[in-house]
């Protein structure tokens, strides 16, 4: 086990399945696998729906659909504790003379809350088959390998809202079970100066202590202890709204992805609202019983950006010039492959060989499709970063954030200030939205008069955008008023050191490269080192004592001699010792967007990171998201999945408990 993924899928697959054969007392039995929606997602996120059927699984039900019964088969129950999965399951075993199952073996995403414990309870019925009744703790959904989120919309107003102790509450829940699916106790580092972040910080300690307390004397934390570091996403305004040359980020910018990331690759500019509709009814049909439940042909011609894609995979973190290059060179290579497997077969057989190009010839089939689909998307990217003029658009925007000009010398603030005045000028099509992201970016890093503000406001021709550009000061980041006369820049500028070193780095690669490296991503390299200022990101509870001992060294100069070949650390680290060395998870209250991950990532890939890093946040954030979610602030109430926000003084089981059923229910069916 290696990554987030892996240790998930163990958590909800192996551990769950041998914890049923033991308690059930078949090891060779068939099981009826019944999940809720949300746990249908967690698992989609985490594996393929045919991987769970090789787990002894014969039939996997919805739990608010319509189901047959099963009453001599045990049903395996992976739901999150919520009222509505709650009543459908003791709505399952009402009837005594007609249960839905033989026994039900209950596995939880997450604490249940003590008032649905109460239900259980009160249903003697339910009780008296329950086999099982334990919290697997995987209350969250997988985006990529070592990237996790909550499912929530963007909505700043966590950072804006007096008080947000109920969702906190939930996130610190959640994130606990993220760090339980590692078995970590990790040092909780917090942005000093973010009330939010040293409130999730202190609610997740207590949740971590809490855990520690109740588990069994098998669960053992993981040793040597990680770090988690929580920062919000006021510490970091550029990176939401930044244009970049990564795959990924522009496919997510550009183009119209599904939900469930599905693109189609003929149209991938036009909105889903019709397909959305149709898939809805379709969804609406299964839930009433009736409808066809197999994937609708229609989604053949669809390319899926998911972790079941290796091109995905493989590209997405790429600049999009090395994207089209490597398709080139990957489709000439299938190309020459399928032109073999034909004059193979064109020959007289032989057996052996006829029977491996026959197996080949489906997935070289299908790794065709999606070499087409994506050539097809990355075009449409390119296309779109040409007519855009992003290059200047970066240019301008790396300009604003670093506070320099290309050469490296200091950037004038009025030189600034007219660049954004004349920006219709000197940007013949640039489209609204990235007017828009340009004068967020501008307010972000500059303390800007309010007339200038006004005057900005104008120039935007949508009334719903206007309001955006006065909603940065109620994060309490940046202030407009009638006292300042001129912009002056908050933001301190790019050090000369940092300049030289992404020059230097820019200019070793063959694409052009963002200048400045976004501050969450900065936060991670110092982390993995140890020389994250604990005066800027002071800890809750235990300090690492090799922290303590660490002198604060300089990461540009880390940097610089990884780039000239030398190790980061005093001894070289080999790719089998990263797995070893403290884990390290990153976590954003109000969403971590594409160019972080990416960044965090390309620093793991180089080596500029040598240790195993999980990152996440509430949400993954696009450029729209971080608008729309600005444009909601003090207008659209904070929204949690959970109806009831007080959580149990007691875990009803650890994630390890192995007795067949935990004292809790036992002391419940005492009742």
Not at 291 to 312: D, S
Not at 348 to 359: N, W
Not at 654 to 671: D, G, M, Q
């Amino acid at each position: 086990l290696n990554s987030l993924k892996d240790y998930a899928r163990y958590r909800l697959l192996d551990e769950m399945i041998q914890t049923v054969k033991a308690n059930a007392g078949d090891p060779l039995g068939y099981y009826v696998l019944v999940m809720d929606q949300k746990a249908v997602k967690v698992i989609s996120s985490i594996c393929k729906m045919y991987d769970v059927l090789s787990y002894r699984i014969s039939t996997i039900e919805r739990l608010d659909i319509g189901r047959k019964r099963f009453p001599g088969t045990d049903a395996i129950y992976l739901i999150s504790p919520s009222e509505n999965s709650i009543n459908e399951l003791v709505n399952d075993f009402k009837d005594a003379a007609t249960p839905q199952y033989k026994f039900a073996h209950i596995f939880l995403l997450g604490p249940l809350p003590e008032i649905f414990l109460g239900k259980i309870a009160s249903s003697p019925e339910l009780l008296q088959r329950i086999k099982t009744f334990k919290e697997v703790n995987v209350n969250y959904f997988v985006k990529e390998t070592e990237v996790f989120h909550f499912g929530y919309e963007a909505n700043l107003n966590v950072l804006a809202s007096a008080d947000i102790s109920p969702t906190l509450t939930v996130e610190a829940e959640r994130l606990m079970t993220v760090c339980s699916t590692f078995m970590e106790n990790p040092y909780i580092q917090f942005l000093g100066k973010s009330p939010t972040c040293k409130a999730l910080a202190l609610q997740l300690q207590q949740k971590m202590d809490e855990l520690i307390k109740k588990a069994s004397r098998e669960w053992k934390p993981h040793e040597p202890r990680g770090t988690i570091v929580i920062v919000d996403r006021g510490y970091d305004l550029n990176s939401p709204i930044m244009h970049d040359f990564c795959y990924q980020a522009l496919v997510y910018d550009l183009l119209k992805v599904r939900a469930d990331g599905a693109v189609d690759p003929d149209n991938p500019t036009i909105p889903w609202k019709a397909d959305e509709e149709k898939l809805a009814s379709k969804i609406e049909e299964e839930k009433k019983g009736g409808g066809e439940k197999k994937p609708p042909e229609e989604k053949k011609k669809y390319l899926f950006l998911t972790e079941t894609n290796p091109q995905w995979k493989e590209y997405r973190h790429m600049h999009i010039g090395e994207v089209l290059q490597k398709l080139g060179e990957d489709t000439e290579r299938l190309v020459k492959s399928n032109e073999k497997a034909g004059k193979l077969l064109s020959k007289a057989p032989d057996l052996d060989k006829l029977q491996e190009v026959i197996s080949e010839m489906p997935n070289l089939k299908e790794m065709m499709r999606s070499h087409q689909c994506h050539n097809k998307i990355a075009s449409e990217c390119a296309k779109q970063v040409q007519l855009r003029e992003y290059l200047n658009l970066i240019k301008l925007e790396q300009g604003i954030i670093s506070g320099l000009e290309p050469t490296g010398e200091e950037l004038d603030n009025r030189k600034v200030a007219a660049a954004i005045g004349k920006l219709l000028m000197d940007f013949k099509t640039i489209q609204e939205d990235d007017i828009l992201r340009i004068y967020l970016m501008y307010l972000s890093n500059y303390d800007v008069p309010k007339r200038d503000i006004e005057t900005l406001a104008k120039s935007l021709t949508n009334p719903d955008l206007k309001d955006v550009l006065y909603k940065l000061p109620l994060l309490g980041y940046g202030k407009a008023g009638a006292d300042l006369k001129k912009p002056q820049r908050r933001e301190g500028r790019l050090k000369k050191e940092d300049f030289d070193l992404f020059k230097l780095r820019n200019d070793k690669s063959k694409f052009a490269d963002l200048l400045c490296l976004p501050k969450i991503a900065k936060v991670a390299l110092e982390s993995s080192r140890r020389t994250l200022s604990a005066e800027e990101f002071p800890f809750v509870g235990d300090i690492p004592d090799d922290y303590k001992k660490k002198q604060p060294k300089s990461p540009s100069i880390a940097l610089k001699k990884a780039i000239s070949g030398m190790s980061l650390f005093s001894e070289e680290k080999s790719s089998q010792d990263i797995g070893s060395n403290p884990r390290l998870f990153i976590f954003v209250i109000g969403g971590i967007c594409y160019q972080e991950i990416t960044s965090i990532y390309k620093l793991q890939k180089e080596k500029f990171i040598t240790c195993p890093v999980t990152v996440g946040g509430d949400c993954i954030i696009t450029p729209k998201d971080f608008v729309a979610s600005l444009q909601k602030i003090g207008k659209v109430a904070l929204k949690i999945d959970s109806p009831q926000l007080y959580l149990s003084l007691i875990h009803i089981s650890e994630p390890t408990r192995r007795y067949a059923i935990s004292y809790a229910v036992f002391c419940l069916k005492k009742k």
